[in-house]
């Protein structure tokens, strides 16, 4: 407790001056972890815990990202933020700066019922940020009578919700950000019970919530996701859950702001599934995410909102193309990259991109191409095959060829897969990586092009795993040719060891 006063000081100085020559060289001296009492957490609260004591936790990370030339600035504030919160929790300065970023297009009235809604929350470090898309309406002088409560900008021209939000978050000056459409309003309490979910939850980067559905007659829907608590759901392994699904919806997010730059806030390429890159994006990094398990969102349903909008640019598949080849230079995700490919065929995508792909599509699939080159040729992989690959995505076009098996895309991309079948074998740094596939039946194709080529090295008395664990995951979570015998030497490697396996391995044949 005796070095509590220097660390209050200290992440006092970090958060209000952000390059404290004092602190940073307190830092340095290497101090004992603070002690702080564990916040409450909030009702209906969903998370792994931390294994720190939060106080400790973001005192931990100070103290290392001191050490750092280039550590990020807005990282090391959020940790002094906190940190100085947590020591202070009675000081109104020390609390977290919550800054809400709303966009609007033509939505006038609505929007100044989303602003309403988060003036009358009572949470004192709160910045209300509108940046107007170009609006045919005059949202500016709809808002006017919230003074300097309001940070508004208007776009010069409308530039897509992307770029709203892009400019918004340049003009934040917050630890948090809560993302807010303009038809929506957040429920009483919602930003102080979110910010105290991070208190709490100390390594969490990103919390959601469900929400009420309204529609125009005023009828509601309680909405709560089907995924979550279960191992789909982000809070349990985000990689998973942020990638796999559509987890949340984007006016339930409240997020780091560090973070949001570290994955490049919203890519203004897209005007429509902009929100699933960036959750993507955040699965990629592994993001910790949290949840309240109860409503803090009224989501209004609009005949214009747009995830009820058609698609006639192919947003989505951009989306699909864009995070497929964000996903390529990580081989341990791998397993997930044939689901990614299949966004491609969402709403009718495919036949866009199968024509002749223009703009920012044609780019991005001439990207998906030049990585599958590489990757064919020896570049960029190390130990590993791409035979597996190949055949994750030679079937998502096998399951999907009725959708055209030929095109400006799916013809290269057929023969940039079929040059790959051809490539070197895999081995056992290929399985090593695919076994701890999250769903091997999902990765049924590359599995079975990995264990074709081990089948004929168990033969040779070469195993490449343990004999006892043929009978395990993932080579007992499909079916295969060889399981039944596979099945028949694990029992003997259990029974009588490894030696006596690799016998019988070699007299089946």
Not at 267 to 286: A, I, N, T
Not at 311 to 332: K, M, S, T, V
Not at 418 to 431: E, F, I, K, Q, V
Request: proline share 8%; net charge neutral.
């Amino acid at each position: 407790m005796a070095e509590e006063p220097g660390w209050r000081r200290a992440a006092r100085a970090l958060a209000l001056g952000g390059e404290d020559p004092a602190a940073l060289g307190w830092l340095a001296s290497v101090p004992a972890l603070p002690d702080a009492a564990w916040p409450p957490a909030p009702e209906a609260l969903l998370a792994r815990p931390s294994a720190q004591a939060p106080a400790a936790f973001h005192a931990q990370r100070l103290r290392a990202l001191a050490g750092v030339a280039d550590a990020d600035p807005l990282e090391r504030g959020w940790h002094a933020r906190w940190l100085w919160h947590l020591l202070a929790p009675e000081d109104p300065q020390a609390l977290p700066k919550v800054s809400v970023v709303i966009p609007v297009y033509n939505r006038a009235g609505l929007v100044v019922s989303a602003v309403e809604s988060v003036l009358a929350q009572g949470y004192p470090a709160t910045e209300v940020i509108v940046v107007d898309d170009g609006s045919a309406d005059d949202p500016g002088a709809a808002l006017a009578r919230f003074g300097d409560r309001v940070v508004f900008h208007r776009l010069e021209r409308n530039r897509g919700v992307s770029a709203a939000r892009n400019a918004a978050l340049t003009l934040a000056t917050g630890e948090l950000v809560r993302l807010l459409d303009s038809d929506d309003t957040l429920l009483p309490g919602a930003l102080k019970t979110q910010v105290d979910a991070f208190a709490h939850v100390p390594d969490a980067l990103l919390c959601f919530s469900g929400f009420i559905q309204r529609w125009r007659d005023d009828s509601t829907k309680l909405y709560r996701w089907p995924d979550i608590g279960t191992p789909l759901c982000p809070t349990q392994r985000p990689v998973v859950g942020l990638i796999h699904r559509f987890p949340f919806l984007i006016s339930t997010v409240m997020v780091a702001r560090h973070l949001m730059r570290r994955a490049g806030n919203f890519d203004p390429r897209l005007r429509q599934h902009e929100d699933r890159l960036l959750f993507q994006r955040f699965g990629l990094m592994e993001a910790k995410c949290i949840a309240i398990d109860r409503p803090l969102l009224d989501a209004r349903v609009e005949p214009d909102s747009l995830a009820r909008a058609d698609d006639p640019r192919g947003y989505a598949a951009l989306c699909a193309l864009i995070f497929l080849n964000d996903l390529l230079p990580h081989p341990e995700r791998w397993d997930l990259a044939g689901f990614v490919l299949q966004q491609c065929f969402w709403r009718g995508q495919w036949q866009l991109l199968n024509e002749q792909p223009h703009g920012h599509l044609a780019e991005e699939a001439a990207r998906l191409l030049a990585w599958l080159d590489d990757f064919t040729d020896g570049r960029r992989l190390a130990q590993l095959s791409p035979r597996p690959l190949a055949a994750e995505f030679a079937e998502v076009l096998r399951q999907r060829q009725a959708e055209g098996a030929n095109g400006a895309f799916a013809t290269p991309l057929r023969d940039r897969l079929a040059r790959m079948a051809c490539a070197r074998a895999p081995g056992p740094a290929d399985l090593a990586l695919w076994r701890d596939s999250h769903n091997p039946p999902a990765n049924r194709a590359a599995l079975l092009s990995i264990f074709a080529e081990l089948s004929p090295a168990l033969r040779a008395g070469r195993s490449w795993v343990p004999l006892a664990s043929l009978d395990e995951r993932p080579f007992r979570s499909l079916p295969h040719p060889w399981r039944s015998g596979w099945k028949r030497i694990a029992q003997t490697a259990r029974l009588f060891g490894e030696r006596a396996a690799k016998v019988v391995a070699r007299v089946r044949g």
